[in-house]
């Protein structure tokens, strides 16, 4: 919906960036960061490797190679989507910042990895637990803080 409001200068977008620049400078900034951290590649990749080698040990090697190929599609998704949008990120006159690179990385890392570890758990809470806090962490920290490079 935002990104529709976005390309098209819809009713949405100034409700949204007015929101973007309060949510901006409130906050509990170092839980933010730590959950934008959460997104990075570097964080992400591995925690999604980790559960794609145990998949792969386990014989379940068909989800193992989906996993892969849907995080590789992230980057080749992400970024010509931000160059279409070219959304100023909030509180910076730079575009870039939309869609955030860090909440999709969170999703599809922590949510394949949750993916593939649900059957070898034998508590469904831990799967939503690893799931979700992917997720949201990424998401809230996005949308808490501002980073201090494109996400």
Same mark, same amino acid.
């Given at each position: 919906?935002?990104?529709?409001?976005?390309?098209?200068?819809?009713?949405?977008?100034?409700?949204?960036?007015?929101?973007?620049?309060?949510?901006?400078?409130?906050?509990?900034?170092?839980?933010?960061?730590?959950?934008?951290?959460?997104?990075?590649?570097?964080?992400? /990749?591995?925690?999604? @490797?980790? *559960?794609? =080698?145990? %998949?792969?040990?386990? +014989?379940?090697?068909?989800?193992?190679?989906? #996993?892969?190929?849907?995080?590789?599609?992230?980057?080749?998704?992400?970024?010509?989507?931000?160059?279409?949008?070219?959304?100023?990120?909030?509180?910076?006159?730079?575009?870039?910042?939309?869609?955030?690179?860090?909440?999709?990385?969170?999703? /599809?890392?922590?949510? @394949?990895? *949750?993916? =593939?570890? %649900?059957?070898?758990? +034998?508590?469904?809470?831990?799967?939503?637990? #690893?799931?979700?806090?992917?997720?949201?962490?990424?998401?809230?920290?996005?949308?808490?803080?501002?980073?201090?490079?494109?996400?």
């Amino acid at each position: 919906m935002i990104t529709w409001q976005v390309l098209a200068d819809g009713p949405l977008l100034d409700p949204d960036e007015r929101l973007g620049l309060e949510l901006a400078t409130r906050g509990p900034g170092g839980l933010a960061d730590l959950f934008a951290d959460l997104g990075n590649m570097q964080v992400a /990749v591995p925690v999604l @490797a980790c *559960a794609v =080698l145990f %998949a792969w040990f386990r +014989r379940a090697r068909r989800a193992a190679v989906y #996993a892969v190929l849907t995080m590789a599609a992230v980057p080749a998704l992400v970024v010509p989507l931000k160059l279409w949008t070219d959304r100023q990120g909030p509180l910076t006159e730079a575009t870039g910042y939309y869609p955030s690179g860090h909440t999709t990385t969170a999703m /599809v890392a922590y949510g @394949a990895a *949750a993916l =593939l570890l %649900a059957p070898y758990l +034998r508590r469904s809470w831990m799967t939503r637990g #690893a799931g979700g806090g992917g997720v949201g962490g990424g998401a809230g920290g996005a949308v808490v803080h501002v980073c201090p490079f494109p996400c």
